[in-house]
């Protein structure tokens, strides 16, 4: 919202703002009350800026066919400086002046808008000391059809025009001084979009008393009749159960001269708060919006059929709004119609081409109401149309301004326009009052740390509008002013208090952190499997959780996977993908591809995030009212139908795992590196993962293996993916992921201590052993019957070779282990090694049937 220096000194008064009071002072102020400054503007023009009155001109034909000016140009005093006493000399493009006009001339040395400075130059082979201006050069509107003319621009200002002599000072009399103050309008502060509002934060901020400029016309407005213009608020059953519209003002004025013009004073103001002058009618609601913040509507009486109805559309309605766009209407969008049945205004937001306003309009009907906020700016939303009216409307427009609006633009009409008011008034609708409530005064102080007495309380919230009433003890009842609906308890109020007394005087104190806090098992969980994935050269990334079914498809999930029972977005933010993934791989191969895609070749990147897993029988959550706080039930209900969202990490690979080298053969990824990945992870975290075959999608059916924990429960899978997944989602070949559940390895972790083992500097001996088994036997658990066996002196025990033969014999395979054992406090002899590899092979032997060979 904008505000002119000069606009607020006329509503607050000179004694609050002085003339030598400055625009980043007044913004100071404001911010001081919570009013956030957005930015300064005008005051930007440096003189010298002054009157000049036309003596001669010769008109010079160009090569170009353009025709150019040379002008001598009266400027008083300021020629003796720059031309040393003779008429400044001017190269014009323009011809809608005369000898003998009085115009606008900037000499050498000034500044205009955008920082374009001036300067003697030549120009169409004249040296031009200076230049005559338009009304877009100076910034006070958008025409440039031809240079200022003071007699015209300043026929409704005498004493001005009177002061028009050739070397008076342009910036003056043009106003061009004034600076322009723009605050920004949060969605709760709706009464600021508005001269009235802002002035009323003014004054508080500096202890003034205020006016309330719709005081006056509230008090003039005549009595609601009989004889005013039919109006039927129609909105029977409202979507979001509130009346889109429940006061609505109409008031006609006819007789309007259709050859009166906007007065300067108006245009200038309109323009400086960034709104282009149209016409007289148009000026003047929007004049009368800007000031009081009820947005009104001008209809042209005569291309109406004799009433107004307010109504939701109806289906198939259209409707082409003021900026030329032809809109399918939405059942929700309120409408202005005529009798019913004729769309001419989407209620609160723009009005339609039939009833607008033009050159011929001699009759109007004012419109002043209130619309409900969310009905506005959803139908605002939905047809893209940002419109001045509906930034207020939409923020909540005071309900009691829509009769003194109407009343003040109709003055102005009648004022500017010559028009005749009709005696007939029509006022329909009833507005719901707001409702008292109770805050204990000392609120505030216990809020906000300072020292707020209940006199100061009381006064403050009278001074921003409320009535207040004190009852027993430090009770007060408060019911808050119309045009601040969003006061509706304690704390709001609180903040008032706070910021008329300045949020500068509030203390700032740096919180003491409370000790014996930190990340949580979880949290420490993520943090270090983080940390382990970067260690081994993995890159994290961030996919969003959303896919389609095809993904699944894609993934080669069989038709009753747990993995394809997922949540539907009702709301999706792309209507492709409105399903939840159900495993980090469905998003994370995606950024994989995209980086391959954009010249990557070697890639390995990891993601922990939440996936989401909906039950077999989802159950629907209530909605609670909003009326009082949710029984536990109703919240344990909620609760419940939440569906399971665990984390889970996901890790992807391809390219090659190591480069090549000088006379060395680059080695690709394979899916025991994916695989390793993942030990390495459990390994960190003190859970140690054991492996074993697995046929699970997405991988490849030979190279999956299960990561499980010493009890059996899967953490996730490892491998290769299979071919046909790759080839469906266009990654390299050979592509090898992972994917754990991170829920379960916390589980798993809780409770554990790593405990560092003590180094040995006693030798470390080797003994292998091969071990035949059959061919369904996993690895893992005949490495884990040796590590039992061999007891607490075995180090480490590798599978280094897998080996399957005749010999061997069929449905059988040969698994060679490298046991690595060495004591901790002696050199083990040959006969002790010798010992502790047969215990090993007896219980491998005894757990998994095992057979040396």
Known sequence: MRAPVSWLREL?????????????????????????????????????????????FTEEPQRNGKVIRWCSVDVGEHGQRVTEGKPQEIVCGAHNFAVGDLVVVVLPGATLPGGFT???????GHVSHGMMCAVDELGLGEDHSGIILLRDHLADDPERLARCVPGADAIELLGLGDEVVEVNVTPDRGYAFSMRGVA?????????PYVDPAAAPAAAAPAADDSGYPVRLADEAPPAGRPGCDRYVARMVRGIDVSASTPRWMATRLTQLGMRPISLTVD???????????????????????????????????????????????????????????????????????????????????????FDPVTVARSARRHKIPSEAAKRFERGVDPALTAAAAELAVQLLVELGGGTVDTGVTDVGQVAALEPFTVDATLPSRLVGLDFPTDEVVRVLGEIGCEVEQLEGDTLRVTPPSWRPDLRYGPDLVEE?????????????????????????????????????????????????????????????????????????????NDEQPLMRTGVLDTLLDVLRRNVSRGRRDVGIYELGLVTRAAAEPTRAPVPGLGARPTQEVLDAIHDAVPEQPWHVGLALCGDAEPAGPGEQARPVAAGDAIAVARELGRALGVPLRVEQAEVAPWHPGRCARLTLADGSVVGHAGELHPKVVAALELPERTCAAELDLSVLTRAAAGTVAEARKLSTYPLA????????????????????????????????????????????????????????????????????????????????????????
Do not use: W
């Open 200 to 208: 009323r934060d003014l004054a508080l901020s500096l202890g003034a």
């Open 497 to 573: 208090v706070a910021r008329v007394r300045g949020f500068d005087a509030i203390p700032s104190v740096l919180p003491h952190a409370p000790g014996g806090r930190g990340l949580g098992p979880e949290q420490r969980v993520r943090r270090l499997a983080a940390q382990t994935l970067a260690q081994q050269g993995l890159v994290e990334v961030l996919s969003t959780p959303f896919v389609s079914q095809a993904r699944f498809d894609a993934l080669r999930y069989d038709a009753t996977d747990e993995r394809r029972r997922t949540v539907r977005l009702a709301n999706p933010i």
């Open 766 to 853: 080797h003994s292998d052993v091969a071990l035949v088994v059959a061919e369904a036997v996993p690895a893992a658990e005949v490495e884990q019957a040796l590590r039992t066996g061999a007891g607490a002196d075995l180090e480490s025990v590798a599978l280094f070779d897998v080996f399957r033969s005749e010999q061997v014999g069929e449905g059988h395979k040969s698994l060679a282990f490298r046991l690595s054992v060495r004591a901790a406090d002696r050199t083990l002899t040959t006969a002790e090694v010798s010992e502790l590899r047969d215990r090993a092979i007896e219980a491998a032997r005894t757990a998994t049937g095992a057979v040396q060979r």
């Open 118 to 124: 001036i300067s003697a130059r030549k120009t169409y």
């Open 12 to 56: 607050v008064g000179e004694q609050a703002v002085p003339p030598s009071m400055t625009g980043a002072e007044i913004a100071a102020a404001l911010v001081k009350v919570g009013l956030e400054e957005e930015g300064l503007h005008g005051g930007d023009i440096t003189g010298p800026l002054v009157v000049g009155q036309v003596l001669d």
């Open 284 to 370: 003047v609601t929007n004049y009368v919006m800007l000031l009081l913040g009820q947005p009104l509507h001008a209809f042209d009486l005569g291309k109406l059929s004799g009433s107004i109805e307010v109504r939701r559309a109806r289906p198939g309605e259209r409707l082409t709004t003021l900026d030329g766009v032809d809109r399918a209407l939405d059942a929700e969008d309120l409408l202005i119609t005529d009798g019913g049945t004729r769309p001419l205004v989407i209620a609160g937001v723009m009005g339609g081409e039939d009833c607008e306003v033009d050159e011929r309009t001699t009759d109007v009907l004012v419109e002043a109401a209130h």
